[in-house]
């Protein structure tokens, strides 16, 4: 466990199949712990029906504020023990927004089906991501530049989609998201893989991001074409 406790820096940085196994599973772990805070957070939201004190646009400004001041602070003590409690705190809120959508896809007569589904699905794709990202001599690092200037075009849409309203516009956005974050969790499990990333608390917060908006848009994409409200 004292591996564990102390994160590698790109300071330490080495090469070597020991290192990269153990920033690898490491995140894994990591990764599986940050599931916890986030079905607390939701749960304890839908519990105090926190997902319909705020309206969408509101509720839009506390996300991107609370989630990019959490992730500068996770990144900002990666090297310490901290990173992982920052971490942590980083998850529960992200359960926490989670919370409107899920309230809003249970209140479908399919929804906890639908919510199964998406988990499923999520968890299929990052099972293939992980597997071509560890056995595939090709360097995908390179789609990176183009994965994030998508991802900021897909968030500045779904922002002027708060207001628009369009459901053919959401949905688009829905499978675009989809597709770019797959594509970025198969670049961000190879950075680990290849020995680019030495920081398992970094690698941990990049590949949850990835997860939870592969999971979001699944879910986005399951309420518009398969919900049943009758």
Known sequence: MSDFNQPLSRGDYASTPSVKNRVLRN???????SL??????????????????????VSTIVFLAGAFGLMFAVERNKNSSAGIVWLMAFTFF?????????????SMNNGAQLIMMAFGGTA?????????????????????????IGAVVLI??????????????MLTISVLAMIIFS???????QRIVNGGE???????LAIYLDIYNVFTSLLSI???TGGNSD
Do not use: E
């Not at 992200?94 to 249970?106: D, K």
């Not at 099972?127 to 994030?148: E, N």
């Not at 030495?198 to 941990?204: E, G, L, P, R, V």
């Open 36 to 57: 916890i805070p986030t079905i607390l957070g939701a749960a304890l939201a839908l519990q105090l029906n926190l997902n319909t004190m705020l309206s969408p646009g």
């Open 198 to 204: 030495t920081n398992y608390i970094s690698a941990t």
């Open 124 to 148: 299929a794709i990052f099972a293939t991501m992980a597997t071509i990202a560890t056995t595939s001599k090709r360097d995908f690092t390179g789609m990176q530049k183009t994965l994030f």
């Open 183 to 189: 594509a970025f969790m198969l670049v961000d499990i």
């Open 156 to 169: 500045l849409a779904a922002i002027g989609n708060i207001f628009l309203q369009i459901p053919a516009l």
């Open 222 to 224: 399951l309420g518009i």
């Open 94 to 106: 992200m359960g926490i927004m989670l919370s409107r959508m899920l309230g809003f896809v249970l």
């Open 27 to 33: 995140t894994y772990w990591l990764l599986a712990a």
